[in-house]
Nanobody
Framework: QVQLGESGGGLVQAGGSLRLSCAAS????????MGWFRQAPGKEREFVAA????????AYADSVKGRCTISRDNAKNMVYLQMNSLKPEDTGVYYC????????????????????WGQGTQVTVSS
């Protein structure tokens, strides 16, 4: 059974940093493109960042580009999202997601491409 578990969220002041972690189990992580999405209250879930199977390719939403870094450690079955210079508009529940891919350098910004999702971790940025 595939499970994704996010951690590292919390309350932080604007300008601060957080590092989100996603622990994966029940799958071979290197077979999956991994993504981070977020959902603010009253809004649709949106793409934040994605990383290809071995980390050779990454993609970021324009809203976080330059402030966030996605990384992965396949040996540890972990995916990370380092977020710096946080803004109140970054507030939301952050979800980790897995997309099975044969292509090594593929990243997806599309929710529907991802088969597995975690339960999410809350990030709140105060002004």
């Amino acid at each position: 059974q595939v499970q994704l578990g996010e951690s590292g969220g919390g309350l932080v002041q604007a300008g601060g940093s957080l590092r989100l972690s996603c622990a994966a189990s029940g799958l071979t992580l290197s077979s999956y493109t991994m993504g981070w999405f977020r959902q603010a209250p009253g809004k649709e879930r949106e793409f934040v960042a994605a990383i290809s199977r071995f980390g050779g390719s990454t993609a970021y939403a324009d809203s976080v580009k330059g402030r966030c870094t996605i990384s992965r450690d396949n040996a540890k079955n972990m995916v990370y999202l380092q977020m710096n210079s946080l803004k109140p508009e970054d507030t939301g529940v952050y979800y980790c997601a897995a997309d099975y891919r044969l292509t090594y350098h593929y990243t997806s910004r599309t929710l529907g491409d991802y088969e597995y999702w975690g339960q999410g971790t809350q990030v709140t940025v105060s002004s």
